[in-house]
Nanobody, 128 residues
């Protein structure tokens, strides 16, 4: 069964950088889309970036474009989200999710949340 485990995150001052990682297990082929989502207290969950696990064009929400970079390492079944020029509004719980057997669908650059069935437990990012 598919499991996703996030790591990284933490606290950083505005303008700083932080990386989060997601390792997938229980997947036999790299034929799935991995998305990063975030949710701040009192706010709806927002899709921020996505990439096809086997490689391909990354996609970004407008709110993070130019500041966040998503990448994948097939050998490790890992996906990374590098976050630069962080702002206080980036503070949220960050989740990775997998859409097995799907290419990445986006709406205005954001991953389509309904496509994602498997979710990690989340890792907190706090920007002050």
């Amino acid at each position: 069964h598919v499991q996703l485990v996030e790591s990284g995150g933490g606290s950083v001052q505005a303008g700083g950088s932080l990386n989060v990682s997601c390792v997938a297990s229980g997947v036999t082929r790299n034929q799935y889309c991995i998305g990063w989502f975030r949710q701040a207290p009192g706010s709806e969950r927002e899709g921020v970036a996505s990439i096809y696990a086997a490689g391909g064009t990354p996609h970004y929400a407008d709110s993070v474009k130019g500041r966040f970079t998503i990448s994948q390492d097939n050998a490790k079944n890992a996906v990374y989200l590098q976050m630069f020029s962080l702002k206080s509004e980036d503070t949220a719980m960050y989740y990775c999710a997998a859409a097995i057997g799907r290419y990445c669908r986006t709406f205005d650059g954001s991953p389509v949340e309904s496509d994602f069935v498997y979710w990690g437990q989340g890792t907190q990012v706090t920007v002050s």
